[in-house]
């Protein structure tokens, strides 16, 4: 079971002006566990590197991230890592949501496989989860 998490706002693309799904849309919850020596390497990936480079994308790529928000854990779970939510609300059907894909776009190739080493070091392989949800009319 995930720890308690913990809403961080990231200044630049802001989380602020974000619009939760209506009814019936669809709403997209991604688990990354992350190794416990590896937390300040991912969040500085996450909030010095991935959401700033939102910046050097297009307005609708822009979008994807203005419409996801990102917890934080405020514990381990119980196998010790600990899990960061992504929660993309709603999805943007059709757009591109792949970290490497972005990443390029933002830095070119070099540097972007560069900065998606930073993340694939800290998560755990192979092990995040993820949610494909609706919106529920209440």
Known sequence: MLGFITLIFVPGISQTS????????????????????????????VH?????????????????FKQTRILHPTKADADGYYSYLFIMDPVIKGADY????????????????????LFTDAVKPNSYKEYIVTQSKD
């Open 48 to 64: 010095e590197i991935f959401w700033p480079g939102a910046k050097k994308l297009s307005v609708a790529e822009q979008k994807i």
């Open 98 to 117: 792949d970290i490497a894909s972005l990443l390029t776009k933002m830095y070119g190739e070099p540097k972007g496989k560069e900065y998606f080493k």
């Open 18 to 45: 974000h619009m939760a799904a209506k009814p019936n849309e669809t709403v997209w919850v991604v688990a990354y566990p992350v190794k416990a020596s590896k937390r300040a390497q991912y969040e500085r990936f």
